[in-house]
């Protein structure tokens, strides 16, 4: 944890100083850029800390193991790949429920083919590609990607020591 | 802050709240429902640091990768070249849907080929460089490095899948936009 956030904090400062040797306002702009991205998903990020919270205290170890645990195999997988295209909001609330998910027990193939499905398959931003993209495109890519999350989900399940 | 209006994904998330609440509520009393809120308080006390440096990271790739770099790329090129430029420039560029829908929708216009189009959002979906801070922060770096590792090859192989097997009906996809 230590680790990860130093190297985090290290690329930052990097991207910071690379930013300030432009001789445009490139560091200040994206500092202000970051903090109001960080201003409006507080509100979002709090509530999603809010049900990590709440998943520890519920303790629900058994449901999670036994719908998408190490042992929940394929349909592990397809739950997995189904709670992942609806889980709505942005990496805020989507990463931080996925990890307590996954620290309550859940295997890794389904842990994976969530994150992967909500990568690629979110519901919600299916609603944006259609009027830009037409419904042609969007069942082409749709049917295409379905095959992420699954063929992850399953890589998953192979590596069952996670 | 007076006209702050919640989304549907905050609206959806403060219902969920509630919900786990009463549920720790019925099973231990009112300790419980504080306990949940402190346990998550403390969970995200201990990832600040972290993403404080991931909302720096995020902003100063939205400024250093231009928009108009991306769109000059992806409309030049074709064929394998130009699935892995689209590839890469998914990967660059920042923003949510509504950002590189309304790109990847006027390359269509412009007369992108289908495995361009097809390779921009599927490595924008998997490969995403502006998400990876957060991923990193909220996920940990085990499920992050598995995670990139068994998607990298997605983007160019979806890419070369449509084009090779649905390019053809590139016409037909824009005429369904007309």
Redesign the interface.
Known sequence: ?I???A???A??LG??G??RSRTDD??Q??????????KRTL????????????????APQDVVRSWIGPDSGIRGVLIGTTAGMLL??????V??L??AL?HSGAG?GP??AM??SW??LALL?VS??LP??????SM??LS??LF?PL??GL??LL?IT? | MGR?I?D???L???A??IV??G??GM??GLP?VV??????????L?VT????????????????VSREVIERWLGSSAGWRGILLACLGGALIPG???VY??I??AL?GSGAG?GV??AF??AK??W?IT?L?????????R?TL??YA??FL?PPV?GF??EAV?GS?ID??RE??R
Not at chain 1, 29 to 38: A, F, K, S
Not at chain 2, 35 to 44: F, I
Not at chain 2, 133 to 141: D, K, M, N, R, T
């Open positions: 944890m680790e990860s956030t190297i985090m904090i690329i930052a991207m910071w690379y930013a490139s560091a702009r994206g500092m202000t850029l970051g903090l109001q991205t960080l509100p979002v990020l709090i509530l999603a800390f809010a049900i990590v919270g709440y998943v520890r205290v519920l709505p909001g942005g990496p805020y609330v990463f931080p996925v990890a996954y890794l842990t994976l994150i992967v990568s690629a931003t944006f590609e830009f993209m037409g419904w042609r495109f082409l890519r295409l990607g992420a063929l992850v890589i998953g590596f996670g | 702050w919640p549907r994904t905050t959806f998330l403060i969920v709240v786990l609440a549920l720790a099973q231990g419980a306990d949940g809120l402190s346990s998550g308080a403390n969970e995200l201990r640091p972290m993403l404080l440096a991931a909302f720096l990271v995020a902003g100063l790739t939205q400024v250093l949510g849907p509504y829908y309304p990847a929708g269509l289908l189009l097809v959002i599927s979906n998997l995403s998400r801070p957060y991923e990193f922060a909220l996920l940990g770096p499920l598995i995670r068994v998607t997605l979806f899948i449509a649905f009906k037909c996809i369904a936009m």
